[in-house]
């Protein structure tokens, strides 16, 4: 007999159904063994991405090596340029010096005819702070001047000038200063100017000595402007500079010996010198914004 699909709907359910039973959930994984801590610090990161301690490539050392290549910055007056970088060296342990190669010290005055002058070797970075501080506290301040003195006067005494110097005697007056301990004997490894015209005031005023100590100096000249900010970034660079020509030295003195380096001459010497042309090159790479240049010139 047939029946009608629509009274479906309307029958009762079936009494003998199984209902479906949901299962219990899976139970929780179990918790994570617990962190034993150690007591030895991790490596913290810097900021090129490499951990304090390792080489991030350019040539930085460790700070307790034996040996350090004896420096000197210049630009024009000794306030700005030279001085980062004497400060930058002289904090990685570096022995360094600094000097000016202008007639004068010329600051930033209220005008720009009305420039601010001083004397080398006998007018203090105190004391030019003071001067300055006690007539326009604001504007100095906010042109950067009192920031640039009250550091410059942390490192050394006062601006020193190139012309001046007396190559080979010793500084014995300048013991107080950042970075003079290696510089007792008055004579340097490398000279870094800042400017073009202060890298061919150095390199004349070497050639019209004579040469009387006959010993090598290599001259480079980096062109930095002369603003706080691009001295901060210069100081960076030649503070890079100085690491790869450090290490170079000292591979040269562990390959070949010690001898006659402290005269400029050797076989170590000889071949620090032939390097530097192509540690230069590779700085450069480095650092493309910063034309370079470079002479060896003798003492």
């Not at 970075?125 to 942390?154: F, I, T, V």
Request: net charge negative; charged share 20%; hydrophobic share 35%.
């Amino acid at each position: 007999m047939a029946t009608d699909p629509r009274l479906a709907r309307l029958a009762p359910p079936p009494t003998n159904v199984t209902p479906q039973i949901t299962p219990p959930p899976p139970p929780p994984p179990p918790p994570p063994p617990p962190v034993e801590f150690s007591h030895t610090k991790e490596p913290s990161v810097g900021v090129e991405g490499a951990t304090e301690g390792q080489s991030t490539g350019n040539g930085d050392i460790d700070q307790d090596a034996d040996f350090r290549l004896r420096f000197c910055t210049v630009c024009a007056s000794n306030q700005n340029r030279s001085m980062e970088g004497h400060l930058v060296l002289s904090a990685a342990h570096y022995p360094v010096i600094s000097f000016g190669t202008g007639s004068l010290v010329r600051l930033p005055g209220p005008t720009i005819t009305q420039p601010n002058v001083y004397a080398f070797n006998t007018t203090s970075y105190d004391s030019m702070y003071k001067e300055l501080e006690s007539k326009d506290p604001r504007l100095y301040r906010a042109n950067g001047l009192l920031n640039m003195l009250e550091r410059n006067r942390s490192v050394k005494w006062g601006p020193e000038r190139w012309q001046d110097w007396k190559v080979g005697v010793p500084r014995l007056t300048h013991q107080a200063d950042q970075g003079s301990i290696g510089l007792e004997g008055g004579v340097a490894d490398v000279v870094i100017t800042c400017e073009e015209r202060c890298w061919d005031a150095v390199v004349d005023d070497l050639l019209s000595r004579g040469a009387p100590l006959n010993r090598p100096v290599h001259i480079f000249n980096i062109d930095i402007k002369d603003n706080h900010e691009e001295a901060l970034v210069g100081g960076k660079a030649i503070l890079d500079l100085a690491h790869s020509l450090n290490r170079a030295a000292i591979d040269e003195r562990a390959l070949k010996g010690e001898a006659g380096w402290s005269q400029g001459t050797g076989e170590s010497r000889s071949g620090f010198d032939e390097r530097v042309p192509d540690i230069l090159g590779e700085w450069q790479g480095r650092w493309p914004q910063l034309p370079a240049l470079w002479t060896l010139a003798w003492f």
